[in-house]
């Protein structure tokens, strides 16, 4: 199946991981703890398939904490752009978005809306990130977001709640993968000043 007909075929807790994945690979752009998003990771691992369609408190009040906890971080040096912590840098911009965008109400309509631009945002950032152009197909950088974002969503649809620890597992090896990219643009951003 295609990423968009994985999405339109998603439950709620599917919906939900598929969003909560794509910001958590993109957190080093916000220079944020690894650990951030991992109470909202448990929170999708512990429901039952009769609260997946609800919005529960415990998903509220993390998601308000992880807000809170990463207003203000603009992320590292050779990321952001020059007019503050966004700069309006692009990339950082649409990771803020992300997280901006994820709904308190866990209803299916708002969560497939929230994964369908998480899932945009995401391949952006990626792009962003790597402009090798490759004639045949996508950029490395894009080519395995793609796969993660598919993987996410094959890996709750046919597991449900045991999905979501591999689930977890695929974002974290995404977002080392980003982490470094970063990295390496901070350092010849660095050099260069």
């Known amino acids: ?20 994945a794509c910001l958590d690979r993109c957190l080093p752009l ?8 991992r109470p909202l990771w448990a929170a999708l691992a512990a429901e039952t ?15 308000a904490r992880v807000r809170a906890e990463l207003a203000g971080l603009g992320g590292p040096g050779g990321v952001e752009g020059p007019g503050g912590p966004d ?4 990339a950082v911009l649409l990771v803020r978005g992300m997280l901006s965008g994820a709904p308190d ?7 497939r809306a929230w994964a369908d631009a998480c899932s945009a945002a995401a391949l952006r950032v990626h792009r962003l ?6 004639p045949d197909g996508p950029a490395p950088l894009v080519a395995g977001e793609l796969r993660r974002q598919t993987a996410v969503l094959e890996l709750l649809a046919a597991h449900g709640p045991a999905g979501v620890r591999p689930a977890l597992e695929a974002s974290t090896e ?11 643009r901070a350092r010849g951003h660095d050099a260069r000043l």
């Open 30 to 37: 916000l220079d944020g703890d690894d650990d951030v998003l």
């Open 105 to 111: 109400d866990r209803s299916v309509p708002a969560l």
């Open 49 to 63: 398939a009769d609260t997946a369609d609800t919005s529960g408190p415990d998903w509220a009040e993390e998601l």
């Open 129 to 134: 990130l790597d402009p090798a152009a490759d």
């Open 1 to 20: 199946m295609s990423l968009g007909e994985l999405v339109a075929r998603a439950d709620a807790r599917g919906l939900a991981a598929s969003g909560l």
């Open 87 to 90: 700069g309006g840098d692009e």
């Open 174 to 184: 995404g977002r080392r993968v980003l982490r470094a990219v970063v990295s390496r």
